[in-house]
């Protein structure tokens, strides 16, 4: 609703009333009521100072009062209503000078990834110096080089293999290996062979005299003769289902005593173990059967799972352990006579005082089996005989009675 008023100027002097002095009508908006509002222009270009192409600036807009309908009216009007004023009418801006990209100089080229061969690499860099700005020239994504190293031959000393076992005045016991040590060439290639060259191409020889001599031995027949050690085992602690209850553990290795003669096979031990003292938690393979399984299974021949949840070997054959304490493999105890080895020696404790005398009589043994395992071909003959004997007594008994 819209209302005016007017204001009793004179009073009449006559018995007449004056006219009302106030009005009502109902708002019609944009015919006899209009609502106001602030309205902005957009921002303006990045004005800059006089003479000047790039640097800083200043942006602006533009504030005007509108009325409901659309035509522009006094800014006086939106304030005397209290409307909400913006607040910024200019902001700086920035004109970029146009920069073109400067870059380094390539520095030197990289020392060859290889030091001979095929297959080397070098490369090179350079840096950005200065980015590029505005609508400059941009700069190269590429800002490393890379090229093919020219092929050099390779020069290495190259070890040989280990020779025979040498023996002085016998042929059995102490002796010496030796093996070759040669200057080598080749260009990296996996076709190309290396090929023997002078000596002095080479640099300074990489290893003690001792790396081409070592002491060996062949074992004489009756002899037992042992394995290296095996590594060390993990430390293991005395648990009770799992948990230790002790602060020092042990560690074992072994060695296994190789017979080479099947008479000689009880002088023999047969496993050497060696512990020493060591720190650590408990082993899996500590854990009782009844709570656990052999893991890994026992799929070696003839080993199984013990009561102590891990792999042995069934009887007539020896434990050979590995050095984290499983079972590697089980060995016959009666050893085969084609065992070799470069081992220690160990005499039998029962060996014929005059061994030539117990290499003749050695075939006469009246043993039924091979060292290994095989039945002997006399043992065919005289059961053989024997079933003969058998048959021809039957008919004897028949004919007589």
């Given amino acids: 609703m819209q209302r005016r008023t007017r204001h009793l100027l004179r009073p009449s002097l006559s018995s007449r009333t004056c006219a009302e002095d106030s009005q009502v009508r109902p708002c019609l908006l944009n015919e006899n009521c ?5 309205n902005l222009t957009e921002w303006s270009t990045c004005q800059l100072s006089e003479n000047a192409t790039c640097g800083q600036g200043v942006r602006t807009r533009l504030l005007s009062c509108v009325r409901s309908d659309g035509k522009p009216v006094s800014v006086d009007r939106c304030e005397q209503r209290n409307l909400e004023k913006p607040q910024r009418m200019s902001i700086h801006c ?3 000078c146009v920069v073109n990209c400067q870059l380094s100089g390539w520095t030197a080229w990289t020392e060859c990834s290889q030091t001979c061969g095929h297959g080397g690499r070098m490369s090179r860099t350079r ?23 020219p092929v050099t031959p390779c020069y290495s000393w190259v070890l040989g293999n280990w020779s025979a076992c040498k023996l002085e005045g016998g042929d059995c016991g102490e002796g010496v ?11 990296g290639s996996v076709s190309n062979s290396a090929v023997r060259v002078d000596d002095a191409l080479c640099k300074d020889m990489p290893f003690p005299d001792g790396i081409l001599k070592q002491l060996c031995s062949v074992p004489c027949p009756g002899d037992c003769h042992l394995t290296e050690w095996s ?3 993990t430390c293991e602690l005395t648990c009770i289902d799992g948990r230790s209850f002790e602060t020092l553990g042990r560690q074992s290795r072994s060695r296994t005593f190789i017979i080479q003669s099947f008479e000689n096979q009880d002088s023999c031990p047969k496993q050497v173990l060696e512990t020493r003292p060591c720190t650590g938690g408990c082993s899996p393979q500590a854990r009782p059967a009844a709570i656990r399984q052999c893991n890994p299974a026992c799929r070696k021949p003839f080993s199984y799972c013990t009561q102590g949840g891990v792999c042995g070997c069934e009887k007539g054959y020896t434990e050979i352990m590995r050095s984290n304490g499983f079972l590697d493999y089980c060995m016959k105890v009666p050893g085969s006579e084609d065992k070799k080895a470069h081992v220690k020696i160990l005499s039998g404790k029962n060996r014929p005082v005059n061994s030539k005398i117990h ?12 060292p290994d395992g095989r039945v002997k071909i006399w043992v065919y003959g005289v059961s053989g005989s024997g079933f003969l004997i058998m048959i021809f007594l039957v008919f004897t008994s028949y004919f007589v009675w």
């Fill in 94 to 96: 920035l004109v970029e």
């Fill in 177 to 187: 290996q030796i093996r070759s040590l040669s200057c080598m060439v080749h260009s």
């Fill in 127 to 149: 840096f950005i110096m200065m980015p590029t700005q505005g609508e400059g020239r941009p700069c190269p994504t590429e800002l490393t080089q890379q090229k093919t190293c």
């Fill in 34 to 38: 209009f609502q106001f509002q602030y």
């Fill in 231 to 233: 590594e060390w085992s």
């Fill in 359 to 370: 290499d003749i009589f050695k075939g006469w043994s009246l043993q039924p089996l091979d």
